[in-house]
């Protein structure tokens, strides 16, 4: 069984500077983002794939100043973003987005990087090391871990085991496995064995702690 926790009382333990992954896609777990946002922990390092819009998910936090620096994909659904990285306010780290989703998987498999020829010769190349194999170059990408994962899920039992719909599939297991400490906030929470173990995409083996969806922040 994994504890069921209210979001203030589990977000008041984040400390300012903490790494965070947050998955989803356009999306965010909005009941552990509102918590963050009211909590106003600083200086956060964010990992997602993208900063979702002005005042939805990650956008809260990029606009409430919470941030220090986003590692993602992509920021073009956010004016906030990009403004404020105009004004060296924020850094951005922009990584092609099956790069990022395999950094993140290296990190929770325990990897030291991989070779991937994906933004060879162009700006993404900057800084990094080059590693010729068979007479062609790839570059050597590190992986990802954070203190802190924030995931959403469709449907959670009881002992932590997460089925997530559609998109919300891509980025909530790799993530789960990449952090210290894992948050799930889930729209529904169920009894164990209500889950048939073949539509389990996040094992509840990589959950500490469960949080109840509010209906308000049900998109």
């Known amino acids: 069984m ?18 965070i992954m947050v998955g989803g896609f356009l999306n965010a777990p909005e009941t552990l983002i509102d ?3 009211q909590h106003n922990v600083k200086d956060l390092t964010i990992i997602s794939n993208d900063t979702c819009y002005e005042n939805q998910g990650i956008g809260k936090l990029i606009h409430n100043r919470q941030v220090k620096k986003v590692i993602t994909s992509h920021i073009g659904t956010n004016p906030e973003t990009q403004r404020l990285l105009a004004a060296k306010e924020i850094e951005v780290e922009i990584v ?9 998987r290296a990190g929770g498999s325990g990897l030291g990087g991989f070779l991937t020829p994906t933004g060879v010769g162009t700006v993404v190349e900057e800084g990094k090391e080059v590693i010729t194999v068979n007479g062609k170059r790839f570059l050597l990408e590190l992986p990802l871990r954070a203190d802190i994962a924030l995931l959403q899920a469709s449907i959670a039992d009881k002992a932590g085991n997460l089925f997530h719909k559609k998109s919300t599939k891509n980025w909530n297991p790799l993530m789960a496995m990449a952090a210290d400490l894992v948050i799930a906030e889930a729209e529904e929470i169920v009894e164990i064995g ?24 049900v998109l």
Do not use: C, M, W
Request: no cysteine.
């Open 35 to 37: 918590a963050l946002v």
């Open 96 to 104: 092609p987005q099956g790069t990022l989703a395999e950094r993140v």
């Open 194 to 217: 209500e889950i048939e173990p073949d539509v389990v995409h996040t094992p509840g083996v990589f959950v500490k702690y469960l949080v109840q969806k509010e209906r308000s922040a």
């Open 2 to 19: 994994k504890p069921i926790v209210e979001a203030k009382d589990i977000i008041s333990k984040i400390p300012n500077g903490a790494t």
